[in-house]
């Protein structure tokens, strides 16, 4: 059975770094993308960006490019999304998910992290 | 953000049957991409429900159907029951982002 297990919700300050996990399991890690989705409080799902975990090719969406790292930890099938600042704006859930195949969507997707940014 | 284009809301009364559009341009949907739809409940992640434009994972009631044409998808479901209400959201490869775009969101309500 194909999972996607999160770390739990945080809160941090303004200006606080973080990093948050998705451990995958059931599958071949290095065989399917994995990408991370941002959903703001009430409103919709925003793609933040992706990674080949064979190789640790990343792409992102220009709205997060410079703002968030994605990762990869092969040894224990695990992606990460961190922040080096976190501002407010980054309240959020923080979902991962694996894509169908690659340049397509997803057909799994984590539990979700809620990061809460507040001073 | 959105690079699809999906109605906020619809609604229906239990038995009817809804339909939500999904309308997006030449660098997704109308390029011979997939769409993917997903059912998101209060408080919960989303999960798959149509995929690769008609395609239903095992466990989903055929009550859900999709169906693709041009630049446009749709999501039909069918014999609308109280546990449907939930947003609804639609999503594609874009070659132009080199990424996923989604649509809005369209959130159902069962009347």
């Known amino acids: 059975e194909v999972q996607l297990v999160q770390s739990g919700a945080e809160v941090k300050k303004p200006g606080e770094s973080l990093r948050i996990s998705c451990k995958s399991s059931g599958y071949t890690f290095t065989n399917y993308w994995l990408s991370w989705v941002r959903q703001m409080p009430g409103k919709g799902l925003e793609w933040m960006g992706r990674i080949d975990p064979s190789d640790s090719y990343t792409n992102y969406s220009p709205s997060f490019q410079g703002h968030v790292t994605i990762s990869v930890d092969k040894s224990i099938n695990t992606a990460y999304l961190q922040w080096s600042s976190l501002k407010a704006s980054d309240t959020a859930i923080f979902y991962c998910a694996r894509h169908d195949l690659a340049t397509r969507p997803f057909d799994y997707w984590g539990q979700g992290t809620l990061v809460t940014v507040s001073s | 953000q959105s690079m699809l284009t999906q109605p906020p809301s619809a609604s229906g009364t239990p038995g009817q049957t809804v339909t939500i559009s999904c309308s997006g341009s030449s660098s997704n949907i109308g390029h011979d991409k997939d769409v993917f739809w997903y059912q998101q409940l209060p408080g919960s992640a989303p999960k798959l429900l149509i995929y690769?434009?008609?395609q239903r994972p095992s466990g989903v009631p055929d009550r859900f159907s999709g169906s693709k044409s041009g630049a446009t998808a749709s999501l039909v479901i069918s014999g609308l029951r109280s546990e449907d209400e939930a947003d609804y959201s639609c999503a594609s490869w874009d070659d132009s982002l080199s990424g996923v775009v989604f649509g809005g969101g369209t959130k159902l309500t069962v009347l």
């Open positions: 690769r434009n008609k």
